[in-house]
């Protein structure tokens, strides 16, 4: 009995077995089969691919020279695509050698099927020719269709981004160098919002660079991709060792020279269509050499910039909706300039040795005043130091400083003095000692200019100006011997500055420009002049 059931499951074992074989041996045909069928597919799928982009595209164009489908996996690969602008072809905006698609098996936890990206050694370039075309166009950036080409390359939605080792390149004619941002790696996932759904960022990003080939940026967050009318993130960042004078190119644009300086900042940023939250913890500029030039060419320009940024930072104070918060800024060893061309002669004055420290910058009244402190070097060798407040308001700026130059050698203004009042000096010691403020519109404070060890006529010096020349140099040189302090021997006086800002609306930057101008340039060298101008009974009778 027991012999004959063993004969009876050996017939039942083979025929098991037979079936795992043949279902085995089909598996094994099929996927063969799907291995050898998907390199016959190549010539079909590239064609319909680089079709699909270019029906999204407006304005550019995409060449796919290579796509492989696998179908055992349902990977997609994209090899040597590149996309070019249609008004300015060479070089093209993007080139990307590998561009890989494939099923996000994690997604199929959730019920979802979507798609995994990895973009390998992407490559951005865009010049300032490209640039205006893109400026200048009717539709937005999103209008081009960028998103919906990445999307139509693949059947499912796009859940997870991973980009390696990019690169973006912008080039502006007639600069020495470009700005270039490389090794570019970005890593995304949950883009779709399949998990935490209720979450207003459910999606997390990290990406990292280098900037102009020798800082360091990475970042750190969460987004929604999915916002509207454009996504929305909150990010922690740092940022170490970029070099700045690459930023030229673009500052060129904004009358700012810069040379050298190493820019550091690490904080959180919050950006979304319904709120704006910055919160820098530390800015610091170290070692840099940045000129302002203000030029004839450029004059209406330059108030325009003034006013339009005026009143955009107006337009931020004290709204709900937008945050920012700058909790240190640091200058150190600097050189800071401005640079009149318009002048004649042409004048610069500037600081060196710069310290400047700037704490608690805020747009909201409640964060507190802010508090600035700067020392340096006047004109290479006047003791400076400026101290003061700042406090966001509704109604108009509200500051106050304190400033205080010291034996600044006057020599070294003889540019300004001859711009403004005629004349120049041999040697002196210039001082200046000033309070200014402005609260509900109206400006009060004071100027005390001081002029020491001044001698205006020096003939080896003068001797090319003509007789003329010469002879205006001899008076003003003997009024200003005569109305010298005779216990401090020094040329000063005290001005009084008080009034209200032209307008009502005024920003706080062109309140700011308004003060400088008034207060240094119309009062005080104007005040010098009459002083040095006045002849020997006048000041008697004075």
């Known amino acids: 009995m027991v012999e004959s059931n063993a004969i009876a499951r050996q017939p039942r074992r083979s025929m098991v077995r037979r079936i795992v074989l043949w279902f085995s041996g089909g598996i094994a045909f099929l996927l063969i089969g799907a291995f050898i069928v998907s390199f016959f597919l190549d010539g079909l799928i590239r064609p319909r691919i680089e079709a699909n982009m270019n029906a999204s595209l407006k304005g550019y164009h995409a060449t796919l020279s290579r796509a492989h489908l696998q179908l055992l996996g349902l990977t997609l690969t994209l090899r040597d695509l590149t996309i070019v602008q249609l008004a300015h072809p060479q070089p093209p905006v993007a080139t990307f050698p590998v561009m890989r698609f494939r099923i996000d098996w994690r997604g199929l936890l959730f019920g979802r099927v979507v798609a995994y990206v990895l973009l390998e050694r992407p490559k951005f ?64 996932d949950n883009i779709r919002s399949i998990q935490a759904p209720n979450n207003p960022y459910p999606s997390w990003f990290r990406a990292s660079m280098t900037i102009f080939d020798r800082g360091k940026m990475s970042l750190q ?4 991709y999915l916002m509207k009318p454009f996504p929305g993130m909150e990010t922690r960042y740092t940022v170490t060792d970029v070099p700045m004078d690459a930023l030229t190119t673009a500052s060129r644009h904004i009358n700012v020279a810069i040379l050298g300086g190493i820019f550091s900042s690490d904080g959180f940023i919050e950006y979304s269509p319904r709120v704006t939250n910055v919160d820098v913890h530390n800015v610091s500029i170290d070692a840099i050499n940045a000129t302002y030039s203000h030029l004839p060419e450029t004059t209406k320009a330059e108030a325009k910039r003034i006013n339009v940024a005026g009143k955009a930072v107006e337009k931020e104070t004290n709204r709900r909706a937008v945050n920012i918060h700058i909790r240190e800024l640091e200058i150190r060893r600097s050189r800071l300039a401005y640079d009149d061309r318009t002048g004649n002669p042409p004048f610069t004055l500037f600081i060196t040795g710069t310290d400047l420290k700037l704490m608690n910058l805020g747009n909201h009244r409640a964060q507190g005043p802010a508090r600035l402190t700067l020392s340096g070097k006047f004109m290479g060798s006047g003791d400076t130091n400026i101290t003061g407040t700042f406090l966001a308001s509704g109604e108009g700026p509200e500051f106050n400083t304190n400033i205080r130059i010291e034996n600044t050698d006057l020599t070294a203004l003889n540019p300004l003095l001859r711009a403004y009042g005629r004349f120049d000096v041999a040697h002196g010691r210039f001082t200046l000692y000033s309070q200014l403020g402005v609260k509900d519109g109206n400006i009060s404070g004071y100027a005390k200019p001081m002029f020491s060890d001044l001698k ?25 011997h005569i109305f010298k302090n005779r216990e401090t021997q020094q040329v000063a006086t005290q001005i009084t500055i008080s009034g209200s800002l032209k307008k009502a609306d005024v920003s706080t930057w062109e309140a700011f420009v308004e003060i400088v101008e008034n207060a240094f340039i119309k009062t005080i060298l104007p005040g010098f002049d009459r002083e040095v101008h006045k002849t020997p009974a006048e000041n008697a009778g004075g």
């Open 125 to 188: 370039h865009i010049d300032q020719a490209q640039l205006a075309t893109e400026r200048n166009g009717r539709s937005s950036l999103r209008q081009k269709g960028w998103q919906d080409a990445l999307q139509n390359a693949y059947p499912f939605k796009i859940n997870h981004l991973d980009v390696d080792e990019g690169d973006l390149v912008y080039v502006e004619a007639g600069a020495t160098k470009p700005l270039h941002l490389s090794h570019l790696n970005l890593d995304s």
């Open 221 to 224: 967050g969460s987004a929604n």
């Open 456 to 480: 205006v006529y020096d003939y080896q010096k003068d001797k090319s100006k003509g007789l003329i020349g010469q002879t205006k140099q001899i008076l003003i040189g003997t009024a200003a």
